[in-house]
């Protein structure tokens, strides 16, 4: 009962006192009022005081410049009607066109003219009235007038509120109507009565504004006896500030957020919080879980691999360039500042959808919400036995097992006998001239004419053949033809052999059948084309081509309340009806949006919009001062586009450890031409002893150590 009453207290303190709107409709009318009243009074206030200063001045027979005659006579009618309102407000807050200025703008009145030209003339009014329709006026001038009014009202919602609680409180301290600020040494503000202080202090301050004005209304027909038009004046202002509230700037804000948000944790305390499961800790899970940091949510994340990987890098660990703990993180530590999250390293299974629970290959965790961001995995087309020959690029663990690949290809060429087996060691065929295929073939073309230099006595690694096949009419696809023409012609430079147009129809341990051309090489990479992960048949769902899950616009799963799908594992047509690509930004942007319908689902509200994608550009690098950009319309390629490709992915890099060692990685290697990261492990040994990526599950001996691989494949994500 008593924690009723206290919060029953609290909302009554919080609408009254702090809420910018006065019991929501009758609060903005009153305002709307208010203005009003300020408006015809000032615009009287003004003809009369022109009309007695010329009587006064000059009589009438002398008559007075056109200009001034066009401010004394049209002012006041645009002011009283509310048309151009904030630029009239303004000039006559100036003094333009006024005789005796001095006289007629008190500090009270130049209050009043501040909230017009600041806030605008209220609903109504003619400006009101006309504004509506201006903003749909094609035309530059008008739509940028209507932006500059709008900023102007975000301001008017912070300044104006603070401004004129500080110069009423003066005012009516000082015990005049026209001084606002009590001079130094007058001791004007000590000499008021404590009566009259303490509201005055409370204005300032901003506590308990909206009674404070109140009282003060009461009060100022005793502090301005003999001046009836600064009491009106006065009151106007505290009537402003009883409509408007104390604004951001104040106490009565700051206990109000304190108020929400302490009833708000009393909820979360009371209420069971809904559990929601991430599964993936890639790009998109990880942007679901930090959306949700200060949602009343538990949230458990579940991943195969204990860490997350920044992909667009995972070729520079596969070339040398890169150490793995550079562009990785552990997920633990990732997240360990936000308390509602829970890590968990599981592989998946399936879904009971029954018991609503996510099935782990140990144990089961139930769930309210779900979200699948389990990102793709390799696909090689139906010819999954190539994947022995041509592994592909999704992990660590596969960036440093092409690393390995290619190192040992060097090692092996150097004691070759055989000139055919030589030339076939030292050939390296990258299939796929996408984003991935093209900096891959550039980053092993260039390690091997610059990376390897004076190190070799039996072969010139200068000499290897990069061969980069690309079944499309050009690489990089996603991008416009000029800057793909461009792409290729610096894969040329580097002296990688661009085949456009071609399809590999056989990989094997001694080549490639390219067409019906046999290419002898012993380093196969797969960068052509990627499947979902298995969470379609964990759903009982057919999926698309690709094997992604169809979501609906809301990114949910259809059938299956509460659950969702993101980045590579969802098929979804948020891009103007297209299908979203499979990028980073995408799975993030997704990962956002399932948090805002997850809280709004909690708090029992449906989601007002579908996803949109966004799409920003395309980046993609080729080599040393090599590199083609695509932002919108903005295109660069060279030593340009490669130094913002640059900046772009240290600054989208987790952790300040990993933005200082990938730059410094990068200094030295641009400087000194050399990669430090060129270990060749006894897992690497054992894989080219049997010439196969995933036949390594077996001990093997090197340099009297034991060394095993478990063969697990890592978590792929989007």
Partial sequence: ???????????????????????????????????????????????????????????????????????????????ATGLLTRPVALLLALGVGLDDAGAMLTKPRLLLLAWLAVGGSGPLSLDFLLGRGLARVPVWAVRTGN?????????????????????????????????????????????????????????????????????LCGLAPAVFSGTTAGHFDVVLLLALLVSSGAGPASLDAVFARWIRLVWRRRDRANRVAPHVVVVGGGFGGIAVVRALRQAACRITLVDRSNHTVFQPLLYQVATAALSPADIAAPIRSVLRGQANVAVRLGEVTGIDGAAREVVLTHGRIPFDHLVLATGARHSYFGQDHWAAHAPGLKSIDDATAMRGRMLLAFERAEGAV????????????????????????GAV?????????????????????????????????????????????????????????????????????????????????????????????????????????????????????????????????????AAVPGLAP?????????????????EGRAMSDSFRYRHYGNLATIGRLAAVLELRRLRLWGAPAWWFWGAAHVLLLAGGRNRAAVVLNWLWAYLTYKRGTRLITGRDIAAGVDNKMNNTAEPSLHMGRSVVYSGRASANRS
């Fill in 445 to 577: 073309a260039e390690f091997a004419r610059t990376g390897l230099d004076k190190e070799y006595r039996a072969i010139n690694p200068a000499s290897a053949r990069v061969v980069l096949v690309q079944s499309a009419p050009r690489v990089l696809p996603a991008f416009s033809a000029m800057l793909s023409a461009r792409a290729e012609r610096a894969l040329h430079q580097l002296g990688v052999e661009v085949r456009t147009g071609a399809k590999v129809t056989h990989i094997s341990q001694d080549g490639v059948a390219i067409d019906s051309d046999q290419l002898a090489a012993r380093t196969v990479f797969w960068a052509a084309g990627v499947a979902a992960s298995p969470a379609a048949a964990w759903l009982g769902q057919a999926g698309d081509a690709a094997g992604r899950v169809i979501v609906d616009d809301d990114l949910s799963v259809p059938g299956w309340s509460g659950v969702y799908a993101i980045g590579d594992t969802a098929a979804s047509k948020g891009w103007g009806g």
């Fill in 586 to 602: 995408a799975a993030k942007q997704q990962g956002r949006y399932v948090a805002r319908a997850i809280r709004a689902a909690a």
């Fill in 147 to 215: 932006r500059f009014y709008n900023r102007l009202d975000a301001l008017a919602g912070v300044a104006l509120p603070l401004v004129t609680r500080l110069g009423v409180a003066f005012v009516i301290a000082a015990g005049s109507g026209f001084a606002i600020w009590a001079v130094p040494g007058t001791g004007a503000l000590v000499t008021a009565p404590w009566w009259l202080l303490l509201p005055c202090w409370a204005l300032i301050f901003g506590a308990v504004t909206r009674i404070s004005a109140l009282l």
């Fill in 418 to 441: 055989d000139p055919a087996e030589r030339q076939a060691l030292l050939t390296f065929v990258v299939v796929g001239g996408g984003p991935t295929g093209v900096e891959l073939a």
């Fill in 1 to 79: 009962m008593s924690g009723t009453l206290a919060r029953r207290a609290a909302e009554v303190f919080e609408t009254w006192a702090v809420s910018p709107s006065w019991a929501g409709v009758i609060g903005r009318a009153a305002q709307a009022a208010l203005l009003l009243v300020a408006r015809v009074w000032l615009s009287q206030a003004i003809f009369v005081h022109q009309l007695m200063t010329m009587m006064h001045a000059r009589g009438f027979a002398e008559t007075p410049p056109v200009g001034v005659t066009m401010v004394q006579g049209v002012a006041p009618l645009l002011l």
